[in-house]
């Protein structure tokens, strides 16, 4: 009997252990190599080949030397999750209405942080990853793991911690048809995130607008792009869009990218005198103010590179598209615009963020209001006084309370 009839006879009455035949739906016989439960690689289907000798002989030598890998990586993601493991809840995360509700670019980065903690192996340089973790050993020291991979870039890392709030936060059809959380606890907000509270994105100032200004030259695509920015305070995904399709007379009427899908807003921004001149020195060819130097409009992406870049060549590397729309907002509330007024420009339509701006600058006003309303009183009176000329021309304090007496 040769070895391929006593393959396909029974596997059990072949001399050579740890090997699993199955056959495959289009009636082919399919060899793997199976070691303690588990298969460890595929066999070449003809058992009387050379090929089929070396790579059975591998492995096994790998099996006698104790050096075969507890489990084979799965690089690729194919095929149905094993319920209860980590890709098994990623995967509900993903065909769960609050993944759908998102915009498609978020989706895309979700999709691309996630595939990357599946991919992270349970050890450094190790075979076992992620995907595969039952949700039980899921616990808060693995969490901070996944943290930690990428403790060198901290907003990602923080990131990745956002991403498994939001991932354990996943619920099901309970038995009486209500959504109910997979995850009894959510053990990603039991782990502390990288970055501490900062005021973010650099506010722009005057100084750096000027340097900015000098560098490009005022008939320049980087400083129309900037004098639109400091006069509408758009975020870059906004200024990638807006065009002459979008001015009506002295007015900009635009439905603000972020949010479109879910929270649609629409701004109507006048057009400010500088803006209106800056604008006519560049006559538009198509539907956006800004265009590549290939002739079509941004991406949104490629927009926000480029303001970087633009940036970067006026050797102010730390300012951002977004560093304008700080500026702005810092400018308008030190010149004592109300709330209202900056929610009305920014779209802000919950006031929180509006006051972040306000808060600095009513604090110093309420503040020179308080000052004036000072009054101790006679005890007052023992201090020096602005008519007296203050400082050491002013009268004792022994002399003050003499004039009281």
């Not at 209106?276 to 265009?291: C, E, K, Q, S, W």
Request: aromatic share 6%; proline share 5%.
């Amino acid at each position: 009997m040769t070895l391929r009839e006593a393959l396909d006879e029974d596997v059990a009455t072949i001399d050579l252990p740890y090997i699993e035949k199955n056959r495959s739906r289009h009636g082919r016989m399919r060899y793997f190599f199976r070691f303690q439960g588990k298969r460890y690689g595929r066999l070449p289907d003809d058992p009387e080949s050379e090929a089929f000798a070396v790579e059975y002989w591998k492995k096994r030598n790998m099996v006698e030397a104790g050096a075969l890998p507890d489990d084979e990586k799965k690089d690729d993601l194919k095929g149905r999750p094993q319920p209860g493991t980590f890709r098994w809840l990623c995967t509900a995360y993903l065909a769960s209405d609050a993944f759908r509700r998102l915009d498609k670019t978020t989706q895309a980065k979700r999709r691309a942080i996630i595939d990357s903690m599946l991919l992270e192996p349970l050890k450094p340089g190790g075979q076992r990853v992620f995907a595969n973790m039952p949700l039980a050993a899921l616990d808060v020291s693995n969490i901070q793991v996944l943290r930690d991979r990428k403790a060198a870039t901290p907003f990602a890392a923080d990131e990745r911690l956002k991403v498994l709030r939001q991932i354990f936060e996943t619920t099901h059809s309970g038995r009486n048809g209500k959504p109910q959380k997979i995850m009894g606890v959510n053990t990603a907000k039991l782990v502390n995130a990288f970055r501490r509270r900062t005021d973010g994105h650099h506010t722009i100032r005057d100084e750096e607008i000027k340097k900015f200004v000098e560098h490009h030259g005022t008939r320049s695509k980087a400083v129309l792009a900037l004098v639109i920015l400091m006069y509408t305070g758009m975020r870059v995904s906004d200024l990638a869009q807006i065009g002459p399709q979008h001015r009506r007379g002295d007015t900009l009427v635009i439905r603000v990218f972020k949010n479109r899908n879910h929270h649609p807003v629409i701004l109507e921004i006048p057009v400010h005198p500088v803006l209106d001149a800056v604008l006519a020195m560049h006559p538009t060819r198509g539907l956006a103010y800004l265009i590549s130097d290939h002739g079509r409009p941004f991406s949104i992406k490629g927009l926000s590179q480029r303001v970087s870049k633009w940036f970067s060549q006026a050797g102010l590397e730390h300012c951002t598209a977004h560093s304008v729309r700080k500026g702005l907002a810092t400018t308008l509330a030190e010149a004592e615009a109300t709330d209202s007024m900056l929610d009305g420009l920014f779209g802000w339509k919950d006031g929180k963020t509006s006051r972040i701006y306000t808060a600095k600058k009513r604090q110093a006003k309420l503040a020179r209001q308080a000052v004036t309303r000072i009054d101790w009183g006679e005890i007052g009176n023992i201090l020096p006084h602005p008519e007296e000329g203050g400082g050491d021309s002013a009268a004792t304090p022994e002399k003050k309370i003499q004039k009281i007496q």
